[in-house]
């Protein structure tokens, strides 16, 4: 075995103490070590002279040493060593070390040192503080790495320079000459020494390509084969002329065109003879439900049960009332099964499952739970989760047979990342709004204004329309509904007086929220006060007016997310972006927001104003972090695409020698994450 996977312990200056720290960091032998990246790089080629310092700004600058002054005890109990120095234009400059004997004592009268330090004192009488000191031997570039106590920099710089040496010994190498020719990428042994001990910026910055690429490309490679590989061969073929018709007839609408090309693609995948594997994704209100029923329509026909799982109790509710509207009449039984879904009547729905009677099974995770048994369970259906973790797919797996599944999502994902993110499923898009639909009508305004929102609300009202007012929901349990309760008060004594107003959120228990949820659905209540539980999903036409609090603090997508609730229906909805300041910032938000009512370019601007890493902290993508490589950059992620499509292509289960090395890294890498890794 090559040294380099053997363990980081062999490493000279690895003991004990620094091995259990390379252990936490997840570092076990050299070839890890190699995959600790620097944070940042300081240059010492280039030292400025002392006379162009700057206060309190760090510098590096070469000085030799010209005295050396006796250590002296500060106040505070701290040693100070001081050295006089001088640079060769002859500024002079005093070297402060702090409680450091060993740096003041390996610093030499009359000799010439490279340093970084923060600058301080005067112009005239100028200091440099705890300075860290070049080697002669370092690169002059050195690597700065991400901070861990017992473990500087120096430290990992001087295992770095060992592991090199035994990647150097036997080179390894994980993407074939071919590739690495085609794509421009310069070989790993080559690039590992670029980004820990570059010569210069551009060869630091060509290794970063290189690593980057690489990473992209395993997680695009491991979603598509493993993702894949899982089954071939579906349990429960369909009939590819299943008949529609008595279901369209039976919608109090016609599908769009969109819709029905969603629900041929559906009937596709669901006759093809393997399992499919779709994403359905269209913006808020374009309709999803519809489709997701005609799948089920068709699954019974089929012969089959489907679930349909919703990620909270209220939209599991609301989904289970409009499927059981659109199939009851046809024939088809449809159950909801919830956690609250208790006692003899689970037992019921548990046995109407097992018998087979069910045939459509609506709800939350209760619905995948070890107890619930299925006669033929052959599509699972999920709304808003974007994909199953390895454990809901073991939990599936013992239901018997592999289903077909289908994910919905709203999550306007910009198509740059939906190709990362979804790069195993195939997609479905919603891209037509039922006719009839208006755009909603936006507007930023300032706390001040609230009075005349409330009024334009309250004439909404007056029209026999409803309205929502969202507060920004606060964790901590009491507040929240402290916050909300306190909030409908207000209104009800105030602005909003006479009208009948009902409040929703999170720490409500599930039959409170339902009921909440089930008065204003059925025009009981004329607004409802709510944080984000309505986020997702709920359907009330009539509600045409949105007002958001403290729109500041949401994001852009979830914004748009937010106002989806509304405009559901044939009449002008409006949304009312409340904040109390308008930074220029947030009003270019706004505006935003303000200007287009396209998911997808509400995304596209998130994605640009807070990057990849706020993009992604909402959503649960269940994907392995990304550590070099940028979202943003839509050449590489295009080029990746297609070196994955023609690897596989050439080799699916990358089990060519060239493609071996490549291969064992994926799997590495999906054993880590592989918790919420897969589809
Ligand atoms: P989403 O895609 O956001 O889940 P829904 O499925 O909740 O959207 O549909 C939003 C609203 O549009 C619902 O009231 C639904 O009944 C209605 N709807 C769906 N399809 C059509 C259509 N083709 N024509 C008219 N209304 C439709
Ligand atoms: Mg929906």
Same mark, same amino acid.
């Given at each position: 075995m090559k040294r380099l996977f053997l363990s980081v312990r062999n490493l000279k200056g690895v003991g004990r103490k620094r091995f259990e720290i390379y252990q936490k960091l997840g570092i076990e032998t050299p070839y890890d070590l190699l995959y600790y990246l620097p944070r940042d790089y300081r240059d010492y080629r280039e030292p400025v002279p002392v006379a162009e310092t700057q206060t309190d700004v760090p510098a590096v600058i070469r000085v030799t040493i010209t005295a050396k002054k006796r250590p002296i005890r500060t106040r505070t109990g701290m040693m100070m060593y001081m050295l006089d120095a001088e640079d060769d234009e002859g500024t002079p400059v005093s070297i402060r070390i702090f409680n450091n004997m060993y740096s003041y004592q390996a610093l030499e009268t009359g000799r010439t040192y490279t340093m970084f330090g923060k600058i301080a004192g005067s112009p005239n009488a100028r200091e440099i503080h705890a300075p860290a000191v070049h080697r002669e031997a370092d690169n002059p570039i050195e690597a700065i790495y991400p901070q861990t106590t017992g473990l500087t920099s120096a430290m990992? !710089?001087? +295992?770095?320079? *060992?592991?090199?040496?035994? $990647? /150097?010994?036997?080179?390894?190498?994980?993407?074939?000459?071919?590739?690495?020719?085609?794509?421009?990428?310069?070989?790993?042994?080559?690039?590992?020494?670029?980004?820990?001990?570059?010569?210069?910026?551009?060869?630091?910055?060509?290794?970063?390509?290189? #690593?980057?690429?690489?990473?992209?490309?395993?997680? =695009?490679?491991? #979603?598509?084969? %493993?993702?894949?590989?899982?089954?071939?061969?579906?349990?429960?073929?369909?009939?590819?002329?299943?008949?529609?018709?008595?279901?369209?007839?039976?919608?109090?609408?016609?599908?769009?065109?969109? =819709?029905? !090309?969603?629900?041929?693609?559906?009937?596709?995948?669901?006759?093809?003879?393997?399992?499919?594997?779709?994403?359905?994704?269209?913006?808020?209100?374009?309709?999803?439900?519809?489709?997701?029923?005609?799948?089920?329509?068709?699954?019974v026909q089929n012969g089959c049960q489907c679930t349909l799982m919703a990620p909270t109790e209220i939209l599991a509710g609301q989904h289970y009332q409009t499927l059981r509207s659109f199939l009851e009449p046809l024939g088809i039984t449809v159950v909801l099964l919830t956690g609250s879904v208790k006692g003899k009547e689970k037992k019921t729905v548990y046995a109407q499952i097992a018998s087979g009677k069910a045939q459509v099974i609506v709800g939350t995770h209760a619905v995948?739970?070890?107890?619930?048994?299925?006669?033929?369970?052959?599509?699972?259906?999920?709304?808003?989760?974007?994909?199953?973790?390895?454990?809901?797919?073991?939990?599936?797996?013992?239901?018997?047979?592999?289903?077909?599944?289908?994910?919905?999502?709203?999550?306007?994902?910009?198509?740059?990342?939906?190709?990362?993110?979804?790069?195993?499923? /195939?997609?479905?898009?919603?891209d037509v709004m039922p006719s009839g639909r208006k755009p909603i009508k936006t507007y930023a305004v300032t706390g001040g204004g609230r009075p005349r929102v409330m009024k334009f609300v309250a004439e909404e009202l007056q029209k026999g329309r409803q309205g929502y007012i969202v507060c920004p929901a606060i964790e901590e349990g009491e507040l929240d509904l402290k916050n909300v309760t306190q909030y409908a008060e207000d209104m009800r004594r105030g602005l909003l007086s006479g009208w009948r107003i009902d409040i929703l959120h999170g720490q409500m228990?599930?039959?409170?929220? *339902?009921?909440?949820?089930?008065?204003?659905? +059925?025009?009981?209540?004329?607004?409802?006060?709510?944080?984000?539980?309505?986020?997702?999903?709920? *359907?009330?036409?009539?509600?045409?007016? $949105?007002?958001?609090?403290?729109?500041?603090?949401?994001? %852009?997508?979830?914004?748009?997310? #937010?106002?989806?609730?509304?405009?559901?229906?044939?009449?002008?909805?409006?949304?009312?972006?409340?904040?109390e300041h308008l930074t220029e910032e947030s009003r270019e938000r706004l505006r935003l927001l303000s200007s287009t009512t396209n998911g997808f370019e509400v995304a596209e601007a998130d994605l640009k104003l807070r990057g990849?890493?706020?993009?992604?902290? +909402?959503?649960?993508?269940?994907?392995?972090?990304?550590?070099?490589?940028?979202?943003?950059?839509?050449?590489?992620?295009? *080029?990746?695409?297609?070196?994955?499509?023609?690897?596989?292509?050439?080799?699916?289960?990358? =089990?060519?020698?060239? +493609?071996?090395?490549?291969?064992?890294?994926?799997?590495?890498?999906?054993a880590q994450y592989g918790e919420n890794g897969l589809n």
């Open positions: 990992l !710089r001087t +295992n770095v320079r *060992d592991a090199l040496a035994l $990647m /150097d010994e036997a080179p390894f190498e994980t993407l074939s000459p071919e590739l690495r020719s085609r794509y421009g990428l310069i070989p790993l042994a080559k690039a590992m020494h670029g980004i820990h001990e570059p010569q210069d910026m551009e060869e630091a910055e060509e290794a970063r390509h290189r #690593l980057a690429f690489e990473e992209m490309l395993r997680l =695009q490679l491991g #979603l598509r084969i %493993l993702g894949r590989k899982a089954a071939r061969k579906s349990d429960y073929p369909m009939q590819e002329n299943t008949d529609l018709q008595p279901y369209y007839d039976s919608l109090p609408f016609p599908l769009t065109s969109a =819709q029905k !090309r969603a629900v041929g693609e559906i009937m596709q995948d669901m006759a093809s003879g393997e399992p499919m594997n779709r994403l359905l994704q269209g913006d808020v209100g374009s309709g999803k439900t519809a489709v997701a029923a005609a799948a089920c329509y068709a699954a995948f739970q070890k107890a619930v048994e299925y006669r033929r369970l052959a599509l699972v259906i999920t709304d808003e989760q974007h994909r199953f973790g390895v454990a809901q797919r073991a939990a599936l797996a013992e239901k018997g047979g592999v289903p077909h599944k289908l994910v919905m999502s709203a999550t306007p994902i910009p198509r740059t990342l939906a190709l990362l993110v979804y790069g195993d499923l /195939d997609v479905s898009v919603l228990d599930p039959q409170e929220k *339902d009921d909440a949820m089930e008065r204003f659905r +059925n025009q009981e209540t004329d607004v409802l006060i709510c944080t984000t539980v309505v986020e997702v999903g709920v *359907d009330v036409p009539n509600a045409t007016v $949105m007002v958001i609090e403290d729109a500041d603090r949401f994001g %852009l997508s979830q914004l748009h997310q #937010l106002r989806g609730r509304v405009g559901r229906g044939q009449h002008q909805s409006y949304c009312i972006l409340l904040t990849p890493g706020d993009f992604f902290g +909402n959503m649960q993508h269940g994907l392995p972090p990304l550590k070099l490589a940028s979202l943003t950059d839509a050449q590489m992620l295009h *080029d990746v695409q297609e070196a994955a499509a023609l690897l596989t292509q050439e080799d699916p289960e990358l =089990q060519k020698p060239e +493609n071996h090395a490549l291969y064992m890294e994926i799997l590495r890498l999906f």
